[in-house]
């Protein structure tokens, strides 16, 4: 497994998958009553969407260290790359080359003749957010909002229940309870096929 050391030079200073608006929209919310709960929740989510793809989706501009690479290809950890930004390669550090490739959209770069370690690449990845959010991401994250608004109101209403009148009395179960079973499971399933494509592998 390759080694690398990223310093981010110029941080994202937003790392939301959805806008506030986006997410009122899709869950039919007209007024503001919520806004501060779903800013958290579109935060918490936006975090755990890129945790579980093992990736800072935030465009940002970044030096990177590359060692041990076992071989002459590698990927950067933000992409998109931006095509219309300056990128370099010192391969070794200190010695600028121009035998390279590089695929944007991958962020894959491929270098051709020396590949002295350590090899620092410096270049600009990552999507605007969350404007440029792809629309699956936005959906991931969406979805996950939507479950745990449902289940907050679940909680809320969770639980044995009773009903009096009179002298007779009937006890039941709420059937607002969610139970784990399939359900849940095609959530998860759905979750995890709309952010399979953005997970990025260590090589």
């Known amino acids: ?8 030079e110029t941080p994202a200073n937003n790392f939301n998958l959805i806008t506030l608006d986006e997410v009122k929209l899709k869950l039919n ?3 503001d009553s919520q806004d501060d709960l779903l800013n958290m929740l579109i935060a918490n989510y936006s975090d755990v969407v890129a945790t579980m793809c093992n990736r800072v989706f935030a465009k940002e501009t970044v030096s990177e260290i590359w060692r041990d690479l076992g071989g002459n290809r ?3 950890t933000h992409y998109p790359i931006d095509r219309n930004l300056p990128i370099s390669i010192e391969s070794p550090r200190g010695s600028s080359t121009t035998n390279f490739e590089v695929e944007y959209s991958s962020g894959k770069v491929s270098l051709y003749g020396s590949t002295a370690q350590p090899i620092v690449i410096n270049y600009t990845g990552g999507y605007v957010l969350p404007t440029n959010a792809p629309d699956a991401l936005k959906e991931a994250t969406l979805i996950l909002i939507r479950e745990e608004r449902a289940a907050q109101l679940r909680a809320q209403t969770a639980g ?6 009179k002298e007779s009395r009937v006890v039941f179960f709420d059937p607002n309870i969610r139970r784990p079973g399939a359900a849940s499971e095609q959530i998860t399933h759905t979750v995890n096929s709309l952010l399979m494509h953005y997970v990025r592998l260590w090589v």
């Open 160 to 165: 044995v229940r009773s009903l009096s009148h």
């Open 29 to 31: 919310i007209s007024d």
């Open 74 to 76: 590698l990927y950067v």
């Open 1 to 8: 497994m390759a080694d690398v050391i990223v310093d981010v």
